[in-house]
């Protein structure tokens, strides 16, 4: 594993960066993986909802013989293509039907009836139907998930980089506490000398030894903890081959950073912008806000009375090679015409619903409102706290 970058004029072979870290988490990150399938579901929830605009073939044969007796004999069979433009239905059909007890409305000459027509709801459905209701909530939401999968991100990264500064601490508190006891033996040993000299009371001696024996167990504390921080981080290394890697105990946190100048107002204003625009918590509101004005627009289109209109042109033509007698053949004078009404007395279902979406209205709204204040608060706390800072910078 390859952890380092080399500086002019500085050794830093076992040098292991942050932004080493945050390459090998990007790239390899079970977890960062994972947040990536929350926009490939999101996507595929789309090509599902595009299924209910596939056209679909579908055909029928039903037939009776008993006792000699042709009763019927039926074939059906229907292409339906729907519209998006006022929720239609654009029908094929051709149907042929023929036996001794046939239900006249369904006889058709022996070459069978074809019929071309339409379904449009002129009155529920016409505006926005359900299928279409579905198809608009899932194209939002791939973009829900998408600021999902950033959060998702952010959160992991910000738990790693935490790992990180605290494997970054434990590494010098152990440097420390090694020169510690490096300082207190060569007073222990200086001491010693005295005494045997006579400079120095043996009590001196004894108290030199106490600080040894301290330090020395100090220093055993400090190196479990260096090693459990260590451990901790290495859970988050990965290679492409999504095997786990350890980090050597010989590897080192990167170099104290250089001192940085305080951040001005105009990065505060715009960090207060980007927030306002682009962090994934408002994202996820606001895309909820247009889920529900979508479901709003259909749960008010439901309150409208059906009234469904379809028609077909009839026809027993199969070519225009050959005769067909003009009575048979595609015109205004061969159809089928339907009519469908119907309208609830109280509506309490439907304006049941649509008072349920505008108080998740008001709700996302407020939750909007508090959000906004909230991640605007952090931005400018963190500000205020690094100017507060002295001048080393600190990645948090």
Known sequence: MQYS?????????DYFFLRDLQEIVFRNHPVVKQAALLSESA???????????????????????????????????????????????????HDRGAGDYLNPEKYTPSVGVSGIGISIPLGQGFFIDSRRNTLMQAKVMVNYAEAERVKEINAI?????????????????????????????TRFKAISRQTLLGDKATIDSVEAAITVQDRLIQYD???????????????????????????????RPQPTAQLQE????????????????HHPE????????????????????????????????????????GYVPPYYDLGMDNYKVGIEFA?????????????????????????????????????????????LMPGSCRCR
């Open 5 to 13: 970058y080399a500086q002019p004029g500085e050794d830093t072979a």
């Open 282 to 321: 408002i994202l996820k509101l606001r895309t909820k806000g247009e889920q529900l004005a979508i479901e709003r627009a259909y749960r008010a289109e439901m309150l409208k009375p059906k009234l469904n209109v379809g028609g077909s042109l009839l026809t027993t033509r199969r070519d225009f090679s």
């Open 343 to 387: 309208l609830p007395i109280f509506l309490r279902a439907e304006r049941g619903k649509l008072k349920e979406v505008k108080i998740k209205q008001l709700e996302q709204q407020y939750d909007l409102q508090q959000s906004n204040r909230e991640i605007r608060t952090a931005v400018m706390a963190s500000y205020n706290h690094r100017m």
């Open 262 to 277: 305080k951040p001005s107002q105009q990065v505060l204003d715009t960090l207060l912008i980007f927030a306002n625009e």
């Open 43 to 93: 996507r595929a929830n789309v090509m599902q909802s595009l299924g209910y605009f596939d056209p679909s073939l579908k055909a029928g044969f039903d037939q009776k013989v008993f006792g000699g007796t042709d009763y019927y004999n039926r074939w059906t069979s229907e292409l339906k293509v729907p519209i998006w433009v006022a929720g239609a239905d654009l029908k094929v059909t």
């Open 221 to 251: 504390k400090m190196k479990m903890d260096l090693q459990n921080a260590r451990l901790t981080l290495s859970n988050h290394l990965w290679n492409d081959k999504q095997q786990p890697l350890e980090l050597p105990e010989t590897a």
């Open 157 to 185: 990264w910000y738990g790693i980089a935490k790992d990180y500064w605290n494997w970054y601490f434990a590494y010098h508190q152990f440097q420390l506490i090694s020169e510690g006891v490096e300082l207190a033996q």
